[in-house]
C-alpha cells in the first residue's frame, strides 16, 4: 500500500512495489537499494535543498557523458566504487596476476597489431618496448591469448582525449595475440601520470575535497583466452610519485615493475640499435582457469 506513507513505512511501501519484477537478482537489487538509500537519508536528515543538488549533480553528470566521456563511469572510479566491485569479484589469489579497474579510455574498435609492430599511431614519445609473457597457474604458456592494450602519451592524453589532433585516429591501443610461447611483444611510446579527467562535475567533488586528481603512470591490458578467466589490469611504473595517491583507488604493489630507462646506442630487444634513449618493459601475467 502507498497511501498515506511515513518515514517509518515509506521503504517497505517502496520495496513491496518491486515484489513483481520477474528477475529475482534485479529485484533483490532493487530492494537492497531502496533500503540502503533511504536509510542513508534518514541518518543524514538530508534536505530539500541538499536533495536539490544531488539531483542537479546527477542530471550534469548525465549531460556530460558521451561515448568517450564516462562521466557516471568516472563518479563510480572516484568514490572508490569501481575498485570496490573489482575486490568483490576477484579474490587475487597471490598465484594470479592482480586484477584492477578498466578506467574509461578502452575503445572497442582498437586496432588488431601483429607481436613486435609499433602501435603509437606515430604520436610521438620517448620509445617504449613492451614484452609480455601470458602463463596459467603451473607456469606453461597460454598461447592464442588476446591482449588489449591501451596508455597515454607522454603527456598524460589519451588518444581520444585528442581526437581532433589525430584526426580521430586511434593511438597508442591495439589488440595483440599471444604465439606459441604466450608471449606478446609491441612497440610504443612511454606514457606518463595524468590528473582523471576535472573539467566536469566529478572535477568539482575532488577540488571541494582537495583532492589530487592525479593517476601514477600505467599501461593497461585486459586478456581473453579460451578456457580462462578474462583479466582486466594494468602495470605502474616503480618511483611513479603517485602510487600512493591514486585518484581511483586502483594502483596496487603487486602491480607495479620497473619501466627501465636505456640510452641511445644500446641495442633494443628486437636487435636494432637506437638513436635516442628508450626504455623497457618485461611483464609475465598469470591468468587462472574459468574452473580453478
Ligand atoms: C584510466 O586509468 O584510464 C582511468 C581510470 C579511472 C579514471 C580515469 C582514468
Ligand atoms: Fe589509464
Not at 533483490?28 to 536533495?51: A, K
Not at 542530471?59 to 557516471?72: A, D, L
Amino acid at each position: 500500500m502507498t497511501l498515506d506513507s511515513t518515514e517509518s513505512t515509506i521503504t517497505k511501501a517502496v520495496q513491496n512495489t518491486f515484489a513483481g519484477m520477474s528477475d529475482e537478482r534485479t529485484r533483490e537489487i532493487f530492494v537492497g537499494l531502496v533500503q540502503h538509500l533511504h536509510d542513508f537519508t534518514r541518518e543524514m536528515r538530508l534536505t530539500g535543498d541538499e536533495w536539490f543538488t544531488a539531483m542537479d549533480f546527477l542530471e550534469r553528470v548525465g549531460h556530460f557523458s558521451t561515448p568517450t566521456r564516462q562521466e557516471f563511469v568516472l563518479l563510480s572510479d572516484i568514490l572508490g566504487l569501481s575498485v570496490l566491485v573489482d575486490q568483490i569479484n576477484h579474490h587475487n589469489e597471490t598465484s594470479v596476476t592482480d586484477s584492477t579497474l578498466l578506467g574509461p579510455f578502452y575503445v572497442e574498435g582498437r586496432p588488431t597489431a601483429a607481436n613486435g609492430s609499433d602501435i603509437s599511431g606515430g604520436v610521438a614519445g620517448l620509445p617504449l618496448f613492451f614484452h609480455g609473457t601470458v602463463v596459467d597457474t603451473t607456469g606453461n604458456p597460454v598461447a592464442g591469448a588476446h591482449v588489449d592494450t591501451w596508455h597515454s602519451d607522454g603527456d598524460g592524453f589519451y588518444d581520444v582525449q585528442q581526437a581532433q589532433k589525430l584526426h580521430n585516429k586511434l593511438a597508442m591501443r591495439a589488440l595483440l595475440t599471444t604465439d606459441e610461447h604466450g608471449r606478446f611483444w609491441y612497440r610504443s611510446i612511454a606514457p606518463r601520470y595524468y590528473p582523471v579527467p576535472t573539467d566536469g562535475p566529478c572535477g568539482e567533488i575532488l577540488r571541494a575535497a582537495g583532492r589530487s586528481p592525479m593517476r601514477p603512470e600505467h599501461i593497461h591490458f585486459w586478456f581473453h583466452a579460451d578456457g580462462y578467466d578474462p583479466l582486466i589490469t594494468m602495470l605502474f611504473r616503480a618511483g611513479d610519485p603517485y602510487l600512493e595517491t591514486d585518484a581511483v583507488f586502483g594502483a596496487k604493489r603487486s602491480l607495479v615493475v620497473e619501466f627501465v630507462q636505456h640510452e641511445a646506442g644500446e641495442t633494443t630487444p628486437d636487435g636494432t640499435t637506437m638513436t635516442e634513449p628508450f626504455q623497457t618493459v618485461e611483464w609475465t601475467f598469470t591468468l587462472t582457469g574459468k574452473d580453478q
